[in-house]
């Protein structure tokens, strides 16, 4: 995995508390913008430069997925085979394992493209 492929799983893993804090302070256009630069290939780094991101947001391992990721994906249910979820492209470095009747990583959905995560079996 490269690192903007890690720099894009991190920047949407942090999206949901990024939007929050980023529609508290008003500047929630700009993010955007960051994100349709993202899809368009830009460099993760590049295109979130002046945003005032906390250096943590691209350092940290793992997801940070918002209080209630199960929220954004309506009709999901729990499959009874533990799970790892990926980019549903492999786009970005995203892996999640779930177990049996545990809750969905993510939501089950890609937060930069809005699409399902893909599932493989664990």
Excluded: K, N
């Excluded at 492999?90 to 893909?118: I, K």
């Amino acid at each position: 995995m490269t690192d903007e492929h890690r720099m894009r799983a991190r920047f949407c893993s942090a999206l949901p508390a990024l939007t929050e804090h980023m529609a508290r302070r008003g500047t929630l256009g700009r993010l955007h913008d960051a994100v349709r630069a993202v899809l368009a290939e830009t460099p993760v780094r590049q295109a979130v430069a002046g945003l005032d991101i906390p250096a943590f947001v691209f350092e940290e391992a793992g997801p940070v997925r918002g209080d209630d990721p199960g929220a954004m994906v309506f009709g999901t249910r729990p499959l009874p085979a533990g799970e790892t979820y990926h980019c549903p492209d492999g786009w970005c470095g995203f892996r999640a394992d779930r177990t049996a009747g545990g809750e969905l990583p993510a939501g089950g959905r890609c937060w930069l493209r809005d699409r399902p995560l893909r599932v493989l079996e664990a």
